[in-house]
């Protein structure tokens, strides 16, 4: 092997030596790529649920104030009903 790379013109020893270096830095570099582009579709779909949460959480808070107008309406407080029935239509949307 040594003998063929000794008879090699000098142009075509720094293409090996191009084509190793290039092959070395090939490798590393797609895994690092590859693993940057699954941090960001992971970031990208933990943003996403973020704002679903978010909506879940404006659901829970309509809930329990129904809920406790409803309380208070049962219990005999008649000056809440109004707010009760608006509250019941933003937990129906």
Same mark, same amino acid.
């Given at each position: ?35 940057? $582009?699954? @941090?960001?579709?992971?970031?990208? /779909?933990?943003?996403?649920?973020? %704002? #679903?949460? +978010? ?13 406790? $107008?409803? @309380?208070?309406?049962?219990?005999? /407080?008649?000056?809440?009903?109004? %707010? #009760?029935? +608006? ?7």
């Amino acid at each position: 092997m040594k003998q063929h790379i000794s008879n090699l013109k000098m142009s075509r020893k720094f293409m090996l030596i191009a084509l190793l270096g290039l092959a070395m830095v090939a490798l590393p570099a797609w895994l690092a790529i590859r693993h940057e $582009l699954a @941090a960001l579709h992971m970031a990208k /779909a933990e943003a996403d649920g973020v %704002a #679903r949460a +978010g909506d879940v959480l404006k659901l829970i808070q309509f809930t329990q104030q129904h809920r406790a $107008l409803s @309380a208070m309406v049962l219990g005999g /407080a008649t000056d809440g009903a109004g %707010a #009760r029935e +608006g509250k019941a239509r933003q937990v129906e949307l």
